[in-house]
């Protein structure tokens, strides 16, 4: 039992040991750069463990859950009123038809879930446009190889790493061979403003894309010029953009003629990811998926999937829709359901304009709820989060506190996983960018 695995990890940190383990993880996060922003990335000292059954399940739901958002991105492409529901921006709209010659609009992504419900698992979130995390979640794998905690639990228990990094390198070779035709390793230009918090982890992807034989340099799109048909940086021509930066950001700051957005228009820069992907990067996703009029859409196991494994998910309208199998006055339930509900904006990241109708009372949830018939919203049904015990060394002292843990894993070429994001959290709202919570590394875990 993987349980037994984690009792044991817990047995065998003393006070002592702890104080090592805690003094060499501060070590390495020092000298790996492993922080967001100011904060320590980890502040935990134990990693995640999945059994073999639980990743195999977690993998298999995924699939036929990522078939579902493919079918869905196609026929919004096809049909106006199928793209209506998304709830894209006018400039949005502008850019996602423009072809990249990709086979998938989200070549690298990353779903955020929870094990909880009979479903077994509960997919919340689509972040189809920018997924962070990976290069941090694979050093600090192997920072927590190397603990000293970890030289006794290894003793007894196997532990495999669940990589990420490598697939956003694949993805975005893979990416530029389909927009050019040629099989190479071009310069790769990660691009993102200067003063966000992510920018250590921009630093570990390029030191990893170099030892791996791909270029790459980390350019603020602010330093990118477009003329006579070439995108150039500070540093020379510009074929093959990993954008980290948000797009809603690039045209706030930039406006539409970027010299990014126009050369990707005109098909002189290969992006990844491309403006296709901000169709399913909207969290009314989630809401066309489990919306009673799309069930046409879906074969029967994908029916069954996203009953399992979707919340109950709407775009804030004027409407009736199905609730528990009966028609209701969608804006009625709202109001009525706070203790059950939760809004979000349709694309913000970080936990921003999110409301959690159990921790609102009677008149934020009246003001919440007027808002998000103005902005686009969707409105979620509230699931379970899992708890699990977590060390860390306070003031001084083990402590081993519950913490609720989400399961964010990483999806390469739109079609299947391969890697996990861990995030705990002692707040309802599990996110680092929020400023809480903590990542640890995933493994899979089997008694030797």
């Known amino acids: ?64 859950i990522l078939r579902a958002f493919r079918k869905v991105h196609r026929a919004a492409l096809a049909d106006a009123a199928v793209l209506d529901q998304f709830r894209l921006l006018d400039w949005e709209r502008q850019l996602v038809p423009v072809s990249t010659g ?47 905690i970890m030289r006794e639990f290894l003793r007894t228990w196997d532990v495999r790493p669940l990589p990420a990094r490598h697939n956003v390198l694949h993805a975005l070779l893979d990416a530029f061979e389909q927009w050019s035709g040629r099989r190479e390793r071009p310069q790769i230009t ?55 930066v948000l797009l809603h950001e690039l045209v706030e700051r930039g406006g539409l003629d970027h010299p990014i957005l126009r050369a990707f228009r005109e098909g002189n820069v290969c992006m990844v990811n491309p403006p296709a992907c901000k169709v399913l990067h909207k969290k009314a996703s989630l809401a ?15 029916l069954q999937a996203i009953a399992l494994s979707i919340p109950w998910t709407r775009v804030v309208e004027e409407r009736s829709t199905l609730y528990a199998g009966e028609s209701v006055d969608l804006l009625e339930l709202i109001a009525s359901r706070r203790d059950q509900l939760v809004l979000k904006p349709n694309d913000e990241y970080g936990g921003k304009g999110i409301i959690l109708g159990w921790e609102t009372d009677d008149a934020g949830w009246t003001t919440a709820l007027a808002t998000a018939l103005h902005e686009p919203y969707i409105v979620q049904e509230r ?3 899992p708890m699990e015990g977590y060390p860390s060394v306070v003031n001084g002292k083990l402590a081993l506190i519950d913490r609720m843990v989400d399961t964010a894993p990483y999806v390469a070429y739109g079609d299947h996983v391969d890697g996990v994001l861990s995030r705990l959290g002692t707040a309802s709202l599990l996110n680092v960018t929020a400023g809480g919570g903590s990542q640890t590394p995933t493994f899979i875990a089997e008694r030797r």
């Open 1 to 64: 039992m993987l349980q037994d695995g984690i009792d044991q990890y817990h047995a065998l940190l003393t006070d002592e040991l702890a104080g090592e383990t805690q003094a060499q993880l501060d070590d390495q996060l020092r000298q790996r750069g492993l922080f967001f922003g100011s904060r320590s990335l980890c502040t935990v000292l134990r990693p995640r463990m999945l059994s073999p059954a639980q990743y195999r399940f977690l993998q298999r739901r995924s699939a036929v």
């Open 102 to 148: 990709f086979r998938d609009s989200s070549p690298v992504s990353r779903l955020d879930a929870f094990f909880s419900g009979p479903g077994g698992i509960r997919f919340t979130e689509y972040n189809a446009e920018t997924p962070a995390g990976g290069a941090y979640n694979d050093v600090l794998t192997e920072v927590f190889f190397g603990l000293p």
């Open 190 to 244: 990660i691009v993102d403003w200067a003063d966000v918090p992510t920018q250590s982890e921009f630093t570990l992807f390029r030191e990893y894309f170099n030892r791996q034989g791909a270029p790459a340099d980390i350019v603020d799109p602010a330093e990118i010029t477009y003329t006579g048909g070439k995108l150039r940086g500070p540093h020379g021509p510009i074929e093959l953009i990993y954008k980290r």
């Open 288 to 302: 066309v998926l489990h919306d009673e009029r799309n069930a046409h859409l879906f074969d029967a196991e994908e």
């Open 383 to 385: 699931i379970e989060l």
